[in-house]
Structure formats: C-alpha cells, structure tokens
C-alpha cells in the first residue's frame, strides 16, 4: 500500500496537474493536497528530481504570479482585482 505523497508523486510524474485534479483523483479536499505538495519537493529531491509549479495566472488580464512562494491559488489578482485565477500546476521531473 502507497502514501497519499507516493500516490501525488506518481501522478505528477506523469505531467501537469493542478490541485484540483488531484484531490479529485486521490478523494481528498484541495487543502490536504496543498498542505502535502512541499513534503512532496523534498522527498523527490534525493532522487534528483524537482517539483515544478507553473504558476498560477489570471484568466482576466494574464498576469503570471512567477515571484510568489505559496503553493496555493492566490485570492485575487494585483494587476486588475479580479477573482478568475487559474491554479498553478504542478508536475516532477
């Protein structure tokens, strides 16, 4: 029987996902994946693999968040205040 990190690392091993995804897939709330998603980097680490995160954006004006650390989806965006933020995804290589 697999963790839920080893369940998450095989997924994103496979490509892009996004937190939405894989609650879905595991059968776990959003905030769980979220709260896993750093042990997860540092577990892959040692087998010289890296968790990539393609940062979030917003849907209404493109601004990237590239600088931000939080893995989480952020509320709104800087830019023009909107709440339509696509989720940043998540895949290791």
């Known amino acids: 029987m697999t963790t ?3 369940q ?3 997924i994103l091993e496979q490509g892009l996902c996004d937190a939405r995804d894989l609650s879905q897939e595991l059968g ?3 905030k769980e994946v979220y709260a896993h998603l750093p042990h997860v980097g540092k577990s892959v680490a ?3 693999k890296k ?3 393609q940062p979030a954006r917003c849907l209404a ?3 990237v968040f590239g600088s ?3 893995v989480t989806r952020p509320g709104r965006c800087p830019e023009c205040k909107n709440q ?3 989720s940043p995804r998540f895949e290791v290589r």
């Open 84 to 86: 339509r933020i696509q």
């Open 61 to 63: 004006c493109g601004f």
């Open 46 to 48: 040692p087998q010289g």
């Open 28 to 30: 776990i709330s959003e």
């Open 51 to 53: 968790l990539r995160i």
């Open 4 to 6: 839920i990190r080893q």
């Open 8 to 10: 998450i690392m095989a």
């Open 68 to 70: 931000r650390k939080r």
